[in-house]
């Protein structure tokens, strides 16, 4: 078992260096020059190259990927001064501040809307599938899934559009969002946060409640089933144990992968609510054409990915004994 | 059911038969029409009796099993009489059919990977059983009665392997544990639907073997299942073949190999291939595949 | 060539298998070796049986011979050629050469494709003329295998499992191999049906000439087809030699467990059941 996590992590290390490397070759092949976007309107070209100096842009790509590198373990310096200290993801020199620092600013509320949503969708998708899986082909299983073909069919923004007007102004059943912390008001904290989590939970619930049904079917007419049912266990016993271990399962794996990609930021989602999560820094960064930030948000969502990815597989063989232990013939 | 009440049904006169079923008719029925896979079936089982059920695919043997124990698939209905020592079986309600099942009558399924849960250590799905019938019993008793009961079947290191989980067993392994479950709760009676079907030769005989085994040392009658007629012929002492859901002979082993009545029971007799000799000039079958309807012919 | 000379020989045929998991990231994974040194030959219209428990390589011997998967070491030899490593052109010839029947015949026939076109399949796929048009080959081929020819516009799933492994087996005739394997091809089947499929495959080998590598568990189907029987357990062939020799007097231990364990029906109820059905026949003459 240790053996095993240790390969593991080994192997993560290789794929996180590789990420780090291909997004770094993207943007230092594709993007346009940032020593042209830092100099400005009134522009020359020997400022131009001066400014290249000053940020080592006319060094060999090696050498700048070297120092990128090193700049996430140890920080690094830009130009004459600009201290970026470790773990350094790039400097953005449109808003005067290091990309890391700006993370660690906005990450809560990223982190607030993935929690807040996976609790929803969770508790929406597996008790509506588990309710279509009892009441298979029944009326209640018909509207089920027709609730889900919506709810997999309206895409976010509109969704979330149609919400406010509905809630917030037609029917006043919320509040205006306001920005407050949680500990000045809870109540509108949570308010604000709610239509998001909405939003957000509506496709994954909706999917969960597919995959709950298919899965706790599919395990009810499994051999081992019916032997439960043989031994004169009650309903509720063949059920927990015999139906819904093996159903739920494989949804932690998948789970796993979208919360993961959910914590590096719902980009529609907070930039349609105004909520200053990593997403909506993103989007703005893209607005802005500001490339630290946006190579830093896509190697947050890479290495998350890869750490869900890593995390669900550890869990995985912790809960499933065919993965956790060989037959041993 | 308590202690007393099972002294009772164990004093009845010996040729009073354990298990007695009449007329049972098993169906699905469709808005357009009742499709029957049991028809009007009737056999008795003597107390200790091995009794075998033949037939190809498509006969109904299954389904009596099934039918026996209340577990048949959502759709089907099932008429008619099943006495099990004095109690009517089709009367029961839920509840106290779960006492019956698993209990006084255990099952054994023919694949037994796909039977046993692969989430639970085999010691788990025995005590789980054991648990189910005997209130009041700790984790402790039932794992030591898990052990116990793998022991029984030849299980060696039953105490380490008690914690295994059925992937770590090997087919033969498998299905012994399936034995040791249904052996756990002392039943009155085991019904075994095509147990060693999925098993190689050696470990079938192993298998069959067992099972013998079991019935001279505990007394519990036998109802097996299968389609190979030369398995039932060296483990049951009775045999009724099935044909479409219908009987088409029953009778003493002896009788039915020696003197078979049916023009079907003595084709399956031609057709079982021999491996004391080769019959070079084979069998008056028919060669073309002309009269098989599309659900004969194959166990898939 | 002369006759004396066998239709394939299989010298020394070894298959590992990665186990996957054993090895490090930079540590090849341990081999496990499901076929052990095995050495055989069939002749012609010879029916060669390779008989052996689950685990015991019969069924990666017969797709190595059908190439279907490639040795680790080893060669097969067809008709004087080394198949071994064939490729292009010359491994199409070989495909009409060797055939493979095998157990489950709906998951080995595409469902959308009718009988016409799944026997055709082979030839069309080869690029080659198909002898008298389409339709009356396809009539012509299930006649020789018992099917009723109005059929040939069916689909898989109309058939039963017994005229569905006789599609099959149309398919694997059509393209006139010299060798049949047939891989479990009876294993599946109800008995009174598998009777019917054994009596085909033998007379379609006394009529086409062929031969059959014939894999099964089951000794007692074997002893009913084969002429040479090689038991194989372990990846190993322990005994190999003429039917009645393995089955009359078994040399190998291995060997005499297995047919030990085999169920017989008492040969005192089979005589007199033989017994009271001749009398009953000469009492009605």
């Not at chain 2, 308590?2 to 354990?18: E, G």
């Not at chain 2, 106290?96 to 796909?114: E, H, Y």
């Amino acid at each position: 078992m240790t053996r095993q996590v240790l390969k593991r992590l080994a192997g993560m290390v290789v794929v996180l260096l590789l990420v780090c490397l291909f997004t770094y070759v993207i943007f230092f092949v594709l993007s346009p020059d940032p020593a042209v976007q830092i100099c400005g309107k009134n522009c020359t070209p020997a400022k131009i190259d001066q400014i290249r100096d000053n940020l080592g842009l006319n060094r060999p790509f090696w050498a700048q990927f070297w120092t990128f590198l090193s700049g996430l373990f140890v920080g690094r310096t830009y130009g004459e001064g600009i201290q970026c200290s470790a773990p350094c993801l790039g400097y953005s020199f449109q808003s005067s501040q290091s990309v890391t620092s700006m993370m660690v600013q906005r990450f809560p509320v990223s982190l607030t809307v993935a929690v807040g949503a996976a609790v929803l969708w969770l508790l929406a998708g597996l008790v509506s599938g588990l309710i279509g899986a009892i009441n298979e082909g029944k009326f209640i299983d018909r509207f089920i899934s027709g609730l889900t073909f919506a709810g997999m069919s309206i895409p976010n923004y509109v969704l979330a559009l149609v919400l406010q007007f509905v809630l917030v102004v037609t029917l006043r059943w919320l509040p205006f969002p306001q920005a407050v912390a949680f500990g000045d008001d809870p109540v509108q904290w949570f308010l604000n946060f709610l239509m998001p989590w909405i939003v957000l939970a509506v496709g994954y619930a909706a999917s969960y409640t597919r995959l709950t049904r298919a899965n706790v079917i599919e395990a009810l007419q499994e051999n081992y089933v019916r032997t439960a049912r043989s031994k004169g266990l009650r309903p509720s016993v063949v059920w927990r144990r015999h139906a819904l271990r093996p159903a739920l399962t494989p949804i932690v794996t998948i789970f796993g992968m979208d919360f993961a990609g959910l914590l590096g930021g719902a980009v529609i989602t907070e930039t349609v609510f105004g909520l200053n999560g990593i997403g909506k820094m993103a989007s703005d960064a893209i607005t802005k054409n500001d490339q630290p930030v946006i190579m830093g948000v896509t190697l947050l969502a890479a290495f998350l990915v890869v750490v869900g990815n890593m995390v669900v597989d550890l869990v995985y063989t912790a809960i499933d004994p065919r993965v956790r232990i060989g037959a041993s013939a | 059911m308590t202690n007393s009440q099972r002294d009772q049904t164990l004093d009845q006169p010996a040729d009073r038969p354990m298990l007695s079923v009449r007329d049972l008719t098993v169906a699905f029925p469709t808005a357009k029409a009742t499709n029957e896979v049991v028809h009007h079936l009737s056999f008795d089982l003597p107390p200790g009796g091995a009794l075998g059920i033949v037939g190809e695919s498509g006969s109904g043997k299954s389904m009596t099993s099934l039918a026996i124990m209340n577990l048949l698939p959502p759709g089907a209905t099932r008429s008619g009489s099943i006495v099990f020592r004095d109690t009517e079986l089709t009367a029961l309600r839920e509840p106290a059919m779960r006492t019956v099942r698993g209990s006084r009558i255990a099952m054994i399924f023919q694949d037994p990977l796909s039977c046993l849960n692969p989430y639970y250590t085999v010691g788990d799905q025995i005590a789980e059983a054991y648990r189910a019938h005997r209130h009041g019993v700790s984790r402790r008793q039932a794992h030591r009665v898990a052990i116990e009961s793998m022991e029984r079947v030849h299980i060696r290191d039953a105490a380490r392997r008690v914690n295994y989980y059925p992937h770590q067993f090997s087919g033969g392994m498998r299905q012994r544990v399936m034995i040791a479950m249904a052996l756990s709760m002392e039943p009155e009676l085991i019904i075994a639907d095509e147990p060693t079907t999925a098993l190689d030769v050696t470990v079938q005989a192993q298998i069959l073997g067992l099972l013998t085994e079991i019935r001279e040392n505990t007394g519990a009658g036998l109802i097996l299942i299968t389609h190979d007629l030369a398995v039932v012929s060296e483990t049951t002492d009775q045999i009724i073949v099935m044909r479409h859901g219908d009987l088409v002979e029953s009778g003493p082993v002896e009788q039915i190999f020696s003197e078979p009545r049916a023009d079907y029971t003595r084709m399956l007799l031609d057709a079982v291939p021999r491996i004391d000799d080769a019959i070079d000039d084979m069998r008056t079958l028919p060669s073309s595949a002309a009269h098989e309807t599309p659900t004969e012919g194959a166990r898939l | 060539m002369t006759d004396t000379e066998p239709l394939l020989v299989a010298r020394n045929l070894v298959k590992e298998f990665p186990v996957s998991g054993t090895g490090g990231l930079f540590r090849r994974d341990k081999t496990f070796r499901a076929v052990d040194d095995v050495s055989l030959e069939v002749g012609y219209r010879e029916t060669l049986a390779l008989v052996g428990e689950s685990g015991s390589g019969k069924s990666t011997v017969a797709r190595m011979l059908a190439r279907l998967i490639n040795p680790t070491s080893g060669t097969v030899i067809l008709d004087g050629t080394d198949v071994t490593s064939l490729s292009g052109a010359k491994l199409h010839d070989f495909r009409s050469s060797v055939q493979v029947v095998f157990q489950d015949p709906f998951s080995s026939l595409n469902p959308r494709h009718s009988v016409e076109e799944l026997v055709t399949a082979p030839l069309r796929y080869q690029g080659r003329q198909i002898p008298g048009g389409a339709r009356a080959f396809t009539r012509e081929l299930m006649e020789r295998v018992g099917l009723d020819p109005t059929w040939s516009g069916r689909h898989p799933a109309q058939f039963s499992g017994g005229q569905a492994q006789r599609v099959g087996i149309a398919r694997a005739l059509a393209v006139q191999p010299k060798l049949v394997i047939c891989d479990e091809a009876v294993s599946a089947l109800d008995v009174s049906v598998q009777a019917q499929i054994i009596n085909l495959l033998r007379s379609l080998q006394r009529e086409e000439g062929f031969s059959y590598v014939f894999i099964a568990h089951d000794l007692a189907v074997v002893r009913q087809i084969a002429t040479r029987v090689a038991v194989m357990t372990q990846g190993q062939v322990v005994e190999i030699g003429s039917r009645d020799e393995v089955f009359d007097h078994p040399q190998h231990e291995y060997t005499r467990t297995l047919l030990a364990a085999i169920p017989r029906i008492n040969p005192r109820w089979e005589a007199r059941r033989r017994h009271l059905e001749r009398a009953k026949a000469e009492a009605a003459s």
